[in-house]
């Protein structure tokens, strides 16, 4: 994965997680309101548009974020906030490593596996895939994920370089994830947001995350859609942010 720095001078470290088929720029205002406060760390997860790396599992991504801990922060971090499938990675850091971070934040992150979405992934991407280079196409899915609009060119130049390969693996990856048990050794105060207008799934999701987590609290984001909070309303997160580090 390829590493985005901001706020290198500062000594206190966030590490942001995009969600999937995003890029950095899924926490650009986030990182504008942070870079003078903390060192701002934003991965491109593996398989996505500018990483030096094929996605192939959660998992694999978990290890190499918390190789990049050990290596360049001696083994922790102040916090860690992960939306969607970078939920997903952030569970799998923390279930991995219970003490490496003090404080994190988990966006809308399927936690139940979908055994038919699973299947049915690689028949339809297959079928779909060569309309995701065509605008009018990305604008109906960027319209449909509730993106705020100035951040439309961004979305559009990076999932046009996704290739096939990697949107069927890390879409994979993402339904048929379980969050893991361990995570009950978990010793970060964590956040847990989802949208009182994402599928049950998702809440039934952060539900089990809740009651898996010990030292958590559960918020339901009221008139908020999947991963809303982060993209467009960066001030709040933030907000909510240093509100859990205190």
Known sequence: MTIKEFGTENKETVILLHGGGLSWWNYLDEIELLKNQFQVIVPILDGHSKSDHDFNSIEDNAVRIINYIDDHFNGKVKMIGGLSLGGQILLEILARRSDICNYAIIESALAIPMPVTHILIEPSMKLSYGLIQKKWFSKLQFTSLKIRDNLFDNYFNDTRKITRENYIAFLKGNSAYRASHN???????????????????????????GDLIPNSILVTLEGYFHGDLSINHAEEYVKRMISLMK
């Not at 970060?188 to 995350?209: C, D, N, Q, Y």
């Open 183 to 209: 995570l009950s050794a978990c010793q970060a105060k964590v956040l847990i947001f989802v949208g009182s207008k994402e599928r049950p799934i998702m809440k039934k999701s952060a539900r089990i995350i």
